[in-house]
Structures are given as structure tokens and as C-alpha cells.
């Protein structure tokens, strides 16, 4: 017979490739999980992982993928159990890409805590590619991302757009002022995302339409790092506006792009999903943070952001 523990023990491998941090992660020792998974792997009569490397296998994969789904259920229960007693406690998984992590993460929790203490969320950052695997796999509810590639399985809801601009050292030369145009940026190898990513195709489309080649220095997918490296003086790169701690603002040049349009960020989640009473909380709060001014200030939200509910 399948046990709760056992699927536990699975999807911790899963996440972690490895059995001796599975074992941390649910407070245990490796031996523990070693046995959870050789019961499980009785149960259905296939091999799940391979010992070798730590990744499941095909098998593993279908395995985890409704083990997700059920323990998130069984959570959602308590949750609305719980809710009904005018209660709600449960906890809420949520992706974030980075540089929104960087400021929205503080707001989240601080306001949670004020109105829902006995609402926990377990936020993970990550690139947009990464964070739409894990919402379509069921380990997060939803997460803040600019717009996910699978729109048949997934469905998004914009929440703001931000300017895209110049992040340089000084010693790179460029002046601060109003806006600069991309042919001028194009002058110095830049920090940029892979090719392929939505970031920067939407960069190249625009830079192809004025005739205009941007030469990599190096290219890395991860806005949030990317954004780093320029503050170390290491090149120059495109980043979203709220990307720059205003702490860094007087060391960089931070100039707008003319041309490129806004990145927008929103909530992708699964379509047909029941969410929990906790999730549903976390949900309407998110919302709110975008339409409700005093909200917004109470927590000092990016006054460059502008709002799209």
C-alpha cells in the first residue's frame, strides 16, 4: 500500500537530486528515505530514481507528477476546513522571478502577517522558464512572471509593466539623461539573456527593425544576476526598471530605452485548478497590492510600475 511518507520522499528527491538533502529537507535520515523509496517502488512495480545520478525516471516523473497533485489536495483540505471556521491557516507555494522577488517579497509576507498569521507562503525564485515548469508541474499554485510560452495549459493575468532600461557603471561612459536609443547601446558589448528567451527576443526584434546588431559579452538567464554583474562594473546590460536598489541608483547610469516596450508581469497559475481557502487568500492579496493605492505605499511598491488592473 502507498504512503503518504513514501510520495514524500520522492518528490523530495525530485527537488533536490539528491537523497541526503531529501533527507534534511524532511527532517529524517537517508536511510529513511533510501526505504520510503524502495517500498514505493514495490507498490507500482517500477523503478522510480536512478541510484546513479538522483533523477527520476519516466516512471518517477508520471509518479511525482500526481503525487504533487494529491498532498496539494490533501493540504487544500485542511485549508477549507479550517476556512469555515473562519480560520484560514494553510500553506501557499509561489514562484517568483527575482527582480520582482527583490521588492514584492517584503510586502507579501509583512501584510500576511498582519491579516493572516496562520497563512504561511513558501516563495522560491527563478527564471520564467524555470517557474512555468514548476506551476504546470503542480509544485507552486501560481507564480509572478512575465508571460508563460504554454498558454493551453496555463493562463495568465498581467499585473504591471515596467521600463526596460540601461544598467552601466559610470566608467562605461554613458551619460545619464531623459532616454538614450538602442543604437547607442548597441556601441558596447552587453550583458544579455540566452536567445530563445522571451526577454531577450523581444530585445533583438527591436534592435533588427532599426538595423541594429547587439554583440553579447556574455549571455546568462537570469535577469536578477544579469543586473548584478552590471552593478560590479562587469558590462553594461538591459533590465527592468525595479531591477536597481535605489541604494545603487547613484553609482550607475540608469538610463530608459527608447523603442523597447515595457516588461509586463503578472500571475500565471493552472487553468481548472480549485485552489485552496489559503491560496485563494494569497491570491486576492496579490490583486489588491495592484489596485489599492494606500496598499501599494504603505509598502513602498515601485513608483515606476505602472498598473494594469
Known amino acids: ?51 546513479r545520478t538522483g533523477v527520476l525516471t519516466e516512471e518517477g516523473a508520471a509518479v511525482a507528477l500526481r503525487a504533487r497533485r494529491l498532498l496539494s489536495e490533501l493540504e487544500a483540505i485542511d485549508s477549507d476546513i479550517s476556512a469555515l471556521k473562519n480560520d484560514v491557516r494553510g500553506r501557499v507555494r509561489v514562484g517568483m522571478i527575482g527582480t520582482v522577488a527583490r521588492w514584492f517579497v517584503p510586502a507579501i509576507v509583512r501584510e500576511l502577517e498582519e491579516r493572516h498569521p496562520n497563512v504561511k507562503v513558501e516563495i522560491s525564485e527563478g527564471t520564467a522558464s524555470a ?7 503542480n509544485a507552486f499554485e501560481f507564480a509572478i512572471m512575465t ?23 559610470k566608467e562605461f561612459g554613458f551619460e545619464d539623461k531623459a532616454s538614450i ?13 540566452p536567445k530563445g528567451t522571451q526577454f531577450r527576443d523581444q530585445v533583438d526584434l527591436v534592435a533588427a527593425q532599426i538595423g541594429v546588431v547587439l554583440t553579447p559579452k556574455a549571455e ?17 546590460t538591459i533590465a527592468p526598471a525595479t531591477s536597481i536598489p535605489a541604494f545603487m541608483t547613484g553609482r550607475l547610469s540608469v538610463i530608459p530605452i527608447e523603442g523597447l516596450l515595457p516588461r509586463r508581469v503578472g500571475l500565471a497559475r493552472r487553468k481548472k485548478v480549485a485552489h485552496s481557502a489559503a491560496a485563494k487568500t494569497v491570491l486576492a492579496l496579490l490583486e489588491e497590492f495592484f489596485t489599492n493605492p494606500v496598499l501599494a505605499k504603505k509598502h513602498s511598491i515601485p513608483s515606476v510600475l505602472k498598473q494594469l488592473l
Request: hydrophobic share 50%.
Open 220 to 236: 546568462i538567464d537570469g535577469v536578477r544576476l544579469l543586473a548584478s554583474m552590471a552593478f560590479d562594473g562587469f558590462a553594461p
Open 181 to 193: 536609443a538602442l543604437s547607442e547601446v548597441a556601441s558596447q558589448p552587453l550583458l544579455l539573456p
Open 1 to 51: 500500500m502507498i504512503e503518504l511518507r513514501q510520495l514524500k520522499a520522492l518528490l523530495a528527491i525530485q527537488d533536490f537530486k539528491s537523497f541526503s538533502q531529501a533527507a534534511n529537507n524532511l527532517n529524517t535520515v537517508q536511510s529513511n528515505i533510501s526505504a520510503h523509496l524502495s517500498r514505493l517502488e514495490e507498490s507500482v512495480g517500477a523503478i522510480l530514481v536512478d541510484r
Open 131 to 137: 517557474l512555468e515548469s514548476r506551476v504546470n508541474s
Open 147 to 169: 508571460r508563460p510560452s504554454n498558454t493551453d495549459e496555463l493562463v495568465f493575468r498581467a499585473f504591471f509593466e515596467e521600463p526596460l532600461v540601461l544598467v552601466a557603471a
